[in-house]
């Protein structure tokens, strides 16, 4: 038996390919803010981190691991004539309509993963509906036993709050979890709660500025089974 009792999954950069499903919705989301005007969403992009020209967000943009607030509080002051509360309503709308490009065949993954007795949840940063709306166009909600955005109650992370909600849901020691994530938010909310830490590559970082974060950094969730083989003790 493995000594890892729970996985924790972030969802965009990780069950998700990022890449693949948050360049389009930039280009929409940044368009539909802009009124339709390309020189308008382009400086929205810009206050992002987002290049419309070659529909590619920077690694250090707020959008790969910050919280859906965080995105409204940047864009907020190109857009004046927008409370935060409607700037958000927009941005998760949008998001909800967001073609989801799943990492790896999720499905298989997840019943393999249950079917060896693990508790599995989704800690994400983005909100609690647009998540639920990405996992039901997987069809893979109901393999989770714990949901959390960053708007839950247990705040967003690099804050252990959603991690450590999950390991009391599922009881099980946080010592006995696995936090899989694509950022750097990932790794220090993990760590932060005592979890051991594991780095994919499906996100916008890379290895080297994953690794020193992470306990093991694989190239993506599909290889969590052989992973959790290794461990068997």
């Known amino acids: 038996m493995s000594d890892i009792k729970g996985l924790i999954f972030d969802k965009d950069g990780t069950l998700f390919d990022f890449a693949a499903t948050w360049e389009a919705w930039a280009s929409s989301f940044l368009m539909r803010l802009g009124n339709g ?15 419309m020209a ?13 919280t859906a607030g965080e995105v409204a509080a940047v864009l907020h002051p190109l857009c004046p004539e927008l409370a935060i509360p409607d700037l958000l309503d927009i941005l998760n709308e949008e998001a909800e309509n967001a073609p989801q490009q799943p990492a ?26 647009p998540a639920r709306a990405h996992l039901g166009q997987a069809g893979v909600t109901q393999m989770f036993d714990f949901i959390a955005g960053y708007d839950s109650g247990h705040g967003g992370k690099p804050a252990p709050g959603q991690l450590l909600a999950f390991a009391a849901q599922v009881d099980v020691a946080p010592g006995q979890i696995a936090m899989i994530g694509d950022s750097t938010h990932d790794l220090n909310a993990g760590r932060a709660a005592g979890m051991t830490c594991i780095a994919v590559l499906t996100g916008i970082a890379r290895q080297e500025a994953l690794a020193p974060y992470a306990d093991v950094v694989l190239p993506d969730i599909g290889h969590l089974p052989a992973w959790l083989d290794g461990r068997t003790v």
Do not use: Q
């Open 37 to 51: 005007d390309p020189e308008r969403a382009a400086d929205l992009g810009r206050a992002i981190e987002f290049d």
């Open 104 to 129: 790896v065949p999720l499905m298989p993954l997840l019943t393999g993963l249950r079917a060896r007795g693990l508790r599995l949840g989704v800690a994400t940063n983005d909100a609690e509906a």
């Open 54 to 66: 070659t529909r590619k967000f920077a690694p250090t943009s707020i959008v790969i691991a910050g």
